[in-house]
């Protein structure tokens, strides 16, 4: 009998587009960031190749397509569509949820299997003050409809920052499971136009759990290996139920065993979200397939932060969140 052959496990994040609508502070700043010319930005095609190239030497088991906001690209549908005939086991997008609405049902129809929402407030005045925008209400709506269309589960991010959000915990918590969501509170990262911010508006961690204790039971279950987030069983003091997990980037480093690769939508490969090395791909991926692809994965892989310094200046939505 012939044994299989072993093909180790690949996580890609692929950001589609730098442009999004909103304008959260941890991001970039109230005029946006110059952004990629047209012909500068990766094609579908060239999307499709390179995860396909990957799967002859990878156990490719999750694709999440990031920004910027990727419903800000024309024809997103369609490249759902295109990967999803590559039979990933795990199609994922992270989004605003700002065109979520009207989006949700023909994503689920291209194949799409779940999405990652950034609701870091339900306050509009906080909503507005993080984000330059007064349309929380849309992202809500996005939300409900991501539901109502199946793609579950639908996981809620909320970066924690003090004297901003920080009250808000309790409530997006409460939100969250009402609705059958799982919440993943993130730490602030000090990347891009966030180390502004990172040293008067970081929370750590602990301090999250510690406010919540008074209303929430948690109960961590084992981490996964490779997994960015420490998962809880949540049971609230009046009987709601449900899952939230903390991303601690700086405070409990998950680097090891991590497997991601990061493609960005100008399509340059990066292993780590915070350290700056990277390979352009495009011209690997218009010559013969093989050889010069692979080396740049595994040198890229190679690339994890080592320690707990982030060496990254570019702003989250060029990287892809």
Known sequence: MIAPIYKPELSLRISVTDRCQLRCRYCMPAEGVPFCEHDEIITFEEIKDFVAQ???????????????????RKGIVDLVAMLSEL?????AMTTNAQRLARM??????AGLDRVNISLDTLEPGTFEHITRSDSVDATVAGIDAALEADLRPVKLNMVVMRGINDHNVHDVLTFALKRGCELRFLELMPIGYGADLFEKRFVPTETVH?????AFELTSYPRAAGSS???YAVHATDGVEGVAGFISPCSDQFCFDCSRL?????????GCLAREEGHDIRSMLQGEPGAPLLT?????????????????SVSMAAIGG
Do not use: E, S
């Not at 990957?54 to 800000?72: C, M, S």
């Not at 039979?87 to 199609?91: N, S």
């Not at 990061?262 to 990066?270: C, S």
């Open 229 to 231: 987030a420490q998962r």
């Open 296 to 312: 740049a994965v595994r040198q890229a892989l190679g690339c994890k932060r080592a320690g707990v310094h982030f060496k990254q």
């Open 104 to 109: 949700a049902a023909p994503l689920r129809a």
């Open 54 to 72: 990957l799967q002859v030497a990878y156990d490719v088991h999750k694709v999440r397509l990031t920004g910027g906001d990727p419903l800000t």
């Open 87 to 91: 039979g990933l086991q795990d199609l």
């Open 210 to 214: 510690r406010m919540l204790t008074p």
């Open 262 to 270: 990061r493609l960005t939508a100008g399509g340059r490969l990066m």
